[in-house]
């Protein structure tokens, strides 16, 4: 069954002689190119802005502890 | 900041589970990946056009991906019509991730129609009424966008998007709908009233509209994914600032 559908994916694509142009093979390349670039682009600006988030939180989750041991310490001593 | 009263949440990627474990974002993941392939392997096998050769193959993510960038337009107006009524930031959330969704699929369907524009109608681009329709609706949408960064206050922000998202929303049928009321144009009206004896209202064959539905269920999905990380971001964005809040108040 692999090798039948390896055979049609094969022969799907224009054969080697004929005009790729002519065919909108190469097109159709171009838009999926596009599609992906563009997916791709978009996730990644995605999970930059989450990872820039997470460290902050992680940066006002630390300052707050950081606080609160000073505020405990303080409380111990007097 | 200050209008800022929302508790700090500790956990930053919240995991929804319902009975037995399932994880629904890691099942949307998968489905999505599995639509992709899918859809990819039926492009690959679907029957050629006659008229429009292999390029008629762009049409599988072309179509999707404007469908999509529609229902990002629309959570964009009903989150406007949300807080209008409400004013409760969940809204105003859903208002930001639709409308940035939305003009990343346009972008996706302005692109991809533009390549096959080059080999269909020997141009990249055309004043055609649905290509200018579409020109009109991302610049407007883009403009909300530029109009939300621009503003400081977070309720002005969002009334601004609000109020841009429900006027903004008039351009939506009107760019559907304009290959029927400007019927010169070169762009083909995508669905037809079936009687001009088309094996069905989209004008495909057998195949091609299974390969077209797969494609439309992976563009759907891919949708519901970034809407969900999107909005995934903006929690994270009250999160720093519910923080940095109680951070200062301590002091």
Request: proline share 6%; charged share 20%; net charge neutral.
């Given at each position: 069954m692999l090798l039948q559908l390896s055979v049609i994916l094969l022969q799907t694509p224009p054969a080697a002689g004929s005009s790729q142009v002519e065919s909108g093979f190469n097109f159709v390349i171009a838009a999926y190119a596009v599609v992906w670039i563009l997916v791709f682009g978009y996730i990644y600006t995605l999970n930059r802005r989450q990872a820039r988030l997470r460290r902050d939180i992680q940066t006002l989750q630390a300052e707050e502890n950081e606080r609160k041991q000073q505020l405990n310490s303080n409380q111990e001593q007097s | 900041m200050a209008s800022v009263t929302r508790p700090y949440k500790s956990e930053l990627k919240p995991k929804i589970r319902v009975?037995?474990?399932?994880?629904w974002f890691d099942g949307l993941t998968w489905a999505m990946l599995v639509a992709f392939l899918l859809t990819f392997l039926f492009v690959a096998i679907a029957p050629t056009d006659?008229?429009?050769?292999?390029?008629?193959?762009?049409f599988y993510f072309h179509l999707p991906a404007n469908i999509m960038c529609f229902a990002a337009f629309f959570a964009y107006f009903v989150g406007g019509i949300g807080y209008w009524r409400t004013r409760q930031r969940k809204w105003d959330i859903l208002m930001v991730s639709g409308l940035e969704v939305g003009i990343f699929f346009a972008a996706i369907g302005i692109g991809t129609g533009s390549i096959w524009a080059r080999y269909a109608w020997n141009t990249f681009w055309t004043w055609d009424p649905r290509l200018t329709t579409v020109t009109i609706m991302l610049v407007v949408y883009l403009a909300g966008l530029m109009l939300r960064n621009a503003t400081e206050d977070p309720a002005r922000k969002a009334a601004l998007s609000a109020a841009f998202g429900i006027i903004g929303f008039i351009d939506v049928p009107i760019v559907f709908f304009s290959t029927r009321w400007f019927?010169?144009?070169?762009?083909?009206?995508?669905?037809?009233?079936?009687?001009?004896?088309?094996?069905n209202t989209l004008g495909l064959e057998g195949f091609m509209v299974v390969t077209l539905i797969t494609g439309m269920v992976a563009m759907a999905l891919l949708f519901v994914w970034l809407l969900v990380q999107r909005m995934r971001l903006e929690k994270m964005r009250d999160d720093v600032a519910a923080l940095a809040y109680s951070i200062q108040e301590e002091n």
């Open positions: - | 009975a037995g474990g399932f994880d006659e008229t429009l050769k292999y390029s008629q193959r762009i019927p010169r144009g070169l762009h083909p009206v995508i669905f037809l009233n079936g009687d001009n004896g088309n094996t």
